[in-house]
């Protein structure tokens, strides 16, 4: 008999801010570092060129970094390009929380929140969940991570969820959605996968004791209540 059918609550999404020290998830120290990575390697490369020229040989090694950078560029466009139009796609059903005055957000980090179904041991906990979206984005997924430390056979100690879709070498494909993986996540939730787990206390007790696997499950729900804006 196949199992009755549960009411979907979808999940949410918001767009980390710029600064904003208030979002789930926001890795402020991260997006400082990148910037002045950034910052030290336009440096070097202004300095390299300055070289370049003193030698008599900056046209050719000039020309070759501007090259590059262009490449680089068109990859990322494709990324953020890719990822405007999955937010403008999500947007026409559920609100996207405000912006900045200039409306810049982080396209490539969105923290999320995955409620539990109603029905289960999860129902009642929402879950934040952060998707970190690469340059190389859609021919890579994205690593989506819960808080270090989640409880569940197929999220590894570290957060990162292990789900097959999101495996670069099989079941990723560029034509998969944010909103499939975000729901496919919160079925995986309620439906672990025991024949590829990612950490061991979730695994064992899914295994060896069903009963105590539930009960915390239902206390990790309780350490996630909804989200009052």
Known sequence: MAPAMTPLRTPALRLQRRGDLHGVGVDQDASSSEAAKEEEEGEDEKNGEGRERRRGGGGGGAGERAKQRGESSNVGGIARG???????????????????????????VWNCTIPGKQGTDWDGGYFPLTLHFSEDYPSKPPKCKFPQGFFHPNVYPSGTVCLSILNEDSGWRPAITVKQILVGIQDLLDQPNPADPAQTDGYQLFIQDIAEYKRRVRQQAKQYPPVLS
Do not use: I
């Open 82 to 108: 890719r990822l405007a139009e999955e937010r403008k796609a999500w947007r026409k059903n559920h609100p996207m929380p405000e912006t900045l005055a200039d409306g810049s957000v982080n396209l490539m």
